[in-house]
């Protein structure tokens, strides 16, 4: 059994720009220009997306049509959602501290950074399990854990990469490993 994934992370909203962590706000102006713009996806056998605003809106301009899967839901900031870093770091260095350097805690009553690895590496192993072509539309953090599970990296290698707004990264998977795929 073979499976393409194909990630697109959702457009740039306001909380990109301001470095705030997320909330359910919907995309910038632009970045739905920008999506708009991109080439033809090609074809899916499965076309997903994170339930939230901004990658629905990212769905519905790269003119796709997607099921909203719970799994590929955003991280879980709990009460860090909405505000800064350099607000949470001015309030409570030491639970940002421990949530940077220990994949395991929650201090801000959400998702620790294993949870959610978890929770993607489920999913994943359940379109491996479907094979096909799966499209899946979600969130910068959402695609980092994804990497670090495929490279089998320790969680502390979710910092180590960066991805942007409608960033796009392919997987595959024969069935009983993932790997990345590079394309021109």
């Known amino acids: 059994m073979n499976t393409r ?6 457009g740039a909203t306001a909380a990109n720009r301001k470095a705030l962590f997320p909330l359910d706000e919907p995309l910038e102006k632009k970045a739905v220009e920008e999506a708009g ?6 074809h899916a056998d499965r076309i997903v997306t994170s339930p939230a605003l901004r990658a629905r809106q990212t769905a519905e301009a790269l003119r796709l049509k997607a099921q909203i899967d719970p799994s590929l839901r955003d991280c879980d900031h709990g009460r860090w959602a909405g505000k800064s870093i350099e607000a949470i770091e001015a309030e409570e260095p030491e639970n940002l501290m421990a949530w940077m350097t220990e994949p395991g805690v929650a201090p801000h009553g959400g998702e620790s950074l ?14 491996s399990a479907q ?6 539309i979600s969130h910068a953090a ?12 320790p969680p502390s290698s979710f ?3 960066d991805v ?3 960033a796009i990264l392919r997987m595959t998977s024969n ?5 990345l795929r590079f394309q021109h």
Do not use: F, Y
């Open 5 to 10: 994934l194909t990630w697109i992370c959702n």
């Open 37 to 42: 713009r991109i080439g033809a996806v090609p």
């Open 114 to 127: 294993l949870d959610l690895r978890k929770r993607v590496a489920g999913w994943m192993d359940a379109q």
């Open 131 to 136: 094979s096909g072509h799966v499209i899946a």
């Open 142 to 153: 959402v695609i980092r854990v994804a990497v670090a599970h495929v490279l089998q990296a």
């Open 159 to 161: 910092w180590l990469s």
């Open 164 to 166: 942007e707004p409608l």
């Open 175 to 179: 069935g009983s490993r993932w790997a």
